[in-house]
């Protein structure tokens, strides 16, 4: 996702510089942009390193996974706002950035969305593959928007998968991926028994989400997933969803009939 | 859980007939009491069975899993009520056996519920093992409350597990045991960091639930399965959810230093 950002700001002539989370970022794929490597823990290194690039502008991307703490690597201008932070961690990871980005505004720099800086790889309202969503999936996708909705205030469950009206399973810590290899699971040990290709992944921002730094994302890989699943398609919130190579998600659903629905938000 | 109704009539002098469904009850668990064994789609059948046997209170137990097409064997009896049955199914298993219920109960069966037969099988309030949950052990408890109730409306998660105030992981089709395995797994790889013995599996009847046929279970395997997850306890509704072999339950929660909760309903 960071990279797909950054694609969509150098084909715009912007020049952007990686600020690559490390453990959290792909080496090779960092090297194709100007880029520093930071720790867990290193507020000051990377304020520092903002500065020293002439950065004003920062947008976060992704959400901060809990850290170990063998992994986090102390500085002095983290420190320095340590008991912020922490009543920020307690909040949730969503919390925690938006902690770290009232800091960072409060020294001068600019906290901006993704969706202000590249809202070309935004997901449009309506389907962008060939197959559409029939009278069943379209049920599925509301009762899936429904119990996102009821789960919103608890921080899980950013993902749903609904068959023919039956709540199946709700996205965990596993990520969408693992909710879907989860209920490819399931029809394979024969405890979903509806037919491939019905019912749908729903997927929508958390109530909480700040979505100036972490927006739900799909892309070919979420669509494979959905494939092996025996779903009929997915439904996101056009708008707050990032398609990250929406060329190659289109190609991949249309590859294997399945739908790919932006929903009004 | 059939058995554990069983032995509890037995103990108390009633003689009780098993009616076991093909494929999902255990054959050399059913020997030990007079039985017959039925196939889903024989209403017909088992209505002749359950007068010749001179029954007339009935005891549902268990959900009944949709079944697979194949695994139906349609009688008279039951064609002659498809539609209310088809009806019935539509509306998610608990609605199926409620129906199947009604039918019955037309047909001057009286339905009764475990919690009038067996009351000595259900979870007490308080805490029924040596350890006790702590303060955060309280918390995460009322917080997988919230979850259970939020939830309540959609035919999912009958359990859920938090730890540290974090819903981690919600029950789906693959039952309770499947979710502990889950957070098991999620913890082997990283995926929850939370020091072992912290975190609570909270367990509850859904909303819609009929409370006479099919109540949460609880029993030594969910315990190990507890203790595997590196949890702190269960929190179940006392009055409302079976101990299965409570001894063996207790046993093995102390063996582990886990807390066993009964919650006020």
């Given at each position: 996702m960071p990279f797909a950002v950054a694609d969509s700001l150098v084909a715009r002539g912007i020049a952007p510089v990686v600020f690559a989370l490390r453990g959290a970022c792909d080496p090779a794929r960092v090297e194709r942009f100007r880029h520093h490597w930071i720790s867990v823990g290193q507020l000051g290194r990377a304020t520092r390193l903002f500065r020293s690039e002439g950065c004003r502008d920062l947008v976060f991307i992704g959400s901060l996974m809990r850290p170990a703490l063998s992994e986090i690597r102390l500085d002095w201008g983290t420190i320095r706002v340590i008991g912020e932070l922490m009543s920020a961690f307690r909040g949730g990871d969503d919390h925690l950035l938006s902690g770290i980005g009232r800091i960072l505004e409060r020294d001068g720099f600019r906290m901006v969305g993704i969706r202000d800086v590249a809202p070309d790889i935004l997901m449009p309202q309506g389907?962008?593959?060939r197959a559409t969503p029939d009278a069943a999936a379209t049920a599925d996708i509301g009762r899936g928007r429904e119990v996102l909705g009821a789960l919103g205030?608890?921080?899980?469950?950013q993902a749903v998968v609904v068959i023919d009206g039956h709540v199946v399973a709700v996205e965990d810590i596993e990520g969408t991926d693992g909710l879907l290899a989860r209920v490819a699971r399931l029809r394979e040990t024969g405890r979903i028994r509806a037919k491939p290709g019905r019912g749908v992944l729903v997927k929508a921002p958390k109530?909480?989400?700040?979505?100036r730094f972490d927006l739900p994302t799909v892309g070919p890989k979420t669509i494979e997933g959905v494939a092996s699943a025996g779903l009929a398609g997915i439904a996101v919130i056009a708008g707050s969803t990032?398609?990250?190579d929406a060329q190659g998600m289109v190609a991949a659903a249309d590859k294997a009939g399945l739908f790919i629905q932006g929903l009004p938000a």
């Open positions: 389907a962008i593959a205030p608890f921080d899980i469950g109530s909480g989400q700040d979505l990032i398609a990250a």
